[in-house]
Every structure is written in C-alpha cells, then in structure tokens.
C-alpha cells in the first residue's frame, strides 16, 4: 500500500508543475507546497497541511471536479 505522501509526490507529477499552482490556489495551500512535496523538499507534512491537497485528489478520483487547466511557464 502506497503512503499518503507517496500518493501525493505521483499525483503532483502525473498532473505537472504548470497546474501546482492552480491546486494551490483551488485547495488553500501555500503556493510552494505542490512542488515541495513533488521534489521530495517536505518529506513529513503535518496531516493538516496536506489534507486539502488529499482531499482535491480525492474529489478528481471520484468525477467530483477536475483538474485546472494548464499555465504556461512564467517568463524569468
């Protein structure tokens, strides 16, 4: 059986970094925590702290709601 943090580090990579933003948004999460799970920079999150991006999954898995469309790469 696949951890919660594993689950979520191969959900945030199947969907990609252009949409992390968006699940930020949608899900009340700070804007850097996608990537930090996906990169492997928060390897022990509080439950609260990811239960929202749990919960999004979740809600995606089930046909409740879908992901957010993809954003282009911000110029540097």
Do not use: C, H
Not at 5 to 23: C, D, H, M, T
């Amino acid at each position: 059986m696949e951890s919660i943090i594993i689950f979520l580090k191969r959900r945030l990579r199947e969907v990609g970094p252009s949409r992390w933003e968006a699940i930020a948004s949608a899900t009340g999460v700070a804007r850097t925590l996608p990537r930090k799970i996906a990169y492997g920079d928060r390897e022990n999150p509080g439950v609260e702290t990811i239960q929202p991006l749990l919960d999004f999954f979740y809600a995606v898995d089930r046909g409740e709601i879908s992901l957010p469309e993809q954003v282009e790469a911000r110029a540097a």
